[in-house]
């Protein structure tokens, strides 16, 4: 399984109306024009992998502060971050990877999976 972060400051700075719809798409056609920009890959970073099957541990275990301050930092064990792990702020210190949240992607066996406001939606 895959985990892709939607690069936030990306996607709000190609259109705000178009950040919406990837963080809460509501018509099929808002899920259609998602995962064509997945398909882009401009927007989206893969930041973890893992061989568990259940995407809510995943989702879990991407949680900063649930199983561990930071995943990326400290990974559980069910979770291989990427290279780099962290990011540099503007003091110049390394902070973890953000929560995975509304707008990222799991890809789980072919199937493309929409984190939504209430579970995965396959896109």
Same mark, same amino acid.
């Given at each position: 399984m895959q985990l892709y972060h939607? *690069?936030? /400051?990306k996607s709000s700075a190609r259109s705000r109306d178009d950040h919406f719809k990837i963080i809460s798409p509501l018509?099929? !056609?808002d899920?259609?024009? &998602?995962r064509k920009m997945f398909d882009e890959g401009d927007l989206y970073e893969l930041v973890a992998t893992s !061989? &568990? *099957? !259940?995407?809510e541990e995943v989702y879990k275990a991407t949680q900063n502060g649930v199983v561990s301050d930071s995943w990326s930092l *400290? +990974? +559980?064990s069910i979770i291989s971050p990427t290279e780099p792990n962290f990011h540099a702020g503007p003091d110049g210190k390394k902070y973890g990877r953000r929560s995975t949240s509304m707008g990222d992607i799991i890809v789980k066996d072919g199937k493309v999976l929409l984190c939504a406001t209430m579970g995965?939606? /396959?896109i």
């Open positions: 939607l *690069d936030w /400051e018509a099929s !056609d899920r259609t024009f &998602v !061989d &568990v *099957d !259940d995407i *400290d +990974p +559980p995965f939606q /396959e």
